[in-house]
């Protein structure tokens, strides 16, 4: 079954610290991967997104995320964390031939001073 | 740069009531969805749209909920027998096309309180 699994459900982090927001997911074909970003009351905002060829793709806002095939993980860095980063982070997949794409439960960061 | 937008972006509706909730697509894209989030839990697919014709629906996605589009530049949910259970924010998106290679494009939703 597809799904996809981010184990944090919140994380604290001081501001300027770095962050790595984890993200697993189940997919039995070549995934497509995303983050996405909710800030309070707003919609989900695109970050990021992962298709194919190098595995370190680079997003908005200084955020970066690693694919890695064997462990299954698609994990969000950002090397310094500012306070307008906090917000809830969405893992996301989907397939080659599929319409819908299918959201993790979602990491809620707060950041402090 | 285009966007997709929702209205309205709150509506409080009475158990039982119809509700329709629009959304603009950006204007070049041909594929339309609609999600949902029930509050704390995650982002839902509710169904797809494409060519005036649903394309994949979840199990959600029941004899109540009804999309449409009835003109060049809207795409409609409706719901024909609100519950309390769908409460819920409704988000929009639109793409170019289909696969998951495809960015979908997400509105700031609807927020609906059923009471």
């Known amino acids: 079954a597809q799904s996809v699994t981010q184990p944090d459900i919140h994380i604290t982090v001081s501001e300027g610290a770095s962050l790595e927001l984890r993200c697993n997911y189940s997919y039995g074909a070549t995934p497509y991967l995303f983050w996405y970003v909710q800030s309070p009351g707003q919609g989900l905002q695109l970050l990021l997104k992962y298709f194919s060829g190098d595995t370190l793709v680079q997003g908005i806002k200084g955020f970066e995320a690693e694919f890695k095939r064997s462990q299954s993980s698609f994990n969000l860095r950002k090397p310094s964390v500012h306070w307008s980063d906090a917000a809830e982070y969405f893992c996301?997949?989907?397939?080659?031939?599929?319409?819908?794409?299918?959201f993790g439960a979602g990491t809620r960061l707060f950041v402090k001073a | 740069e285009p966007e997709v937008t929702q209205t309205p972006s709150h509506q409080v509706t009475q158990m039982g009531q119809e509700v329709i909730l629009r959304c603009v697509p950006i204007s070049n894209h041909l594929y339309f969805y609609w999600y949902r989030q029930i509050l704390g839990q995650k982002v839902e697919f509710l169904v797809s749209?494409?060519?005036?014709?649903?394309?994949?629906k979840s199990e959600i996605f029941d004899d109540q909920f009804s999309v449409e589009r009835p003109d060049g530049s809207n795409f409609t949910l409706k719901i024909r027998s609100t519950k309390l259970e769908d409460s819920a924010m409704y988000f929009c998106a639109s793409s170019r096309s289909s696969g998951g290679g495809e960015t979908q494009y997400f509105g700031p939703g609807t927020r609906l309180l059923v009471l």
């Open positions: 749209f494409y060519n005036n014709e649903i394309s994949e």
């Open positions: 996301a997949v989907a397939g080659t031939g599929g319409f819908k794409t299918i």
